[in-house]
C-alpha cells in the first residue's frame, strides 16, 4: 500500500504542476479571469493533497500507528482530489457551473483523510 500511495501521490503532484503550469499559459487568453482562479485553485489543492499522500505513504511505515485509518486518510485524499480539482478543472473548462456542486463533496474527503490523520496521529507512541 505504501507503494501505491507514494506512485499516486508523486504522479498526482506532477499532474497538479502541469495544471498550473497549463493555466497560467495556455489558458490564460482563453478563459476568464474567474475561470482562471477556479482552475488555479483545483492545482493548488491538488499539490497540497499529493503531498499529504506522500505523507501517508511514509505513515504507513510506522508501527505504532493504526494502518487501518492511515489507508482510509490516503484514499480520502485520492478521492478529494478527483472531486474536488477535477470539479473545479472540468467548471473552468466547459463553463458548466453546476460541476461546482460536487467541489463541496472533495473537500468533504480531505476533511476526512485529515481528520484520520489526526486520529491515528494522537495514537503514536513518541
Known sequence: MMKIFLVIGSILGGFSVVASYFATHALKERLSQYFLDIFQTGARLQMYHSLALVMVAFLLTIEDLPLPLIVVAGAAFIAGIVMFSGSLY?????????????????????????GCMAIADWNLKL
Open 90 to 114: 472540468l467548471m473552468s473548462l466547459t463553463g458548466i457551473k453546476w460541476l461546482g456542486a460536487i467541489t463541496p463533496i472533495g473537500g468533504i474527503a480531505f476533511i476526512v483523510g485529515w
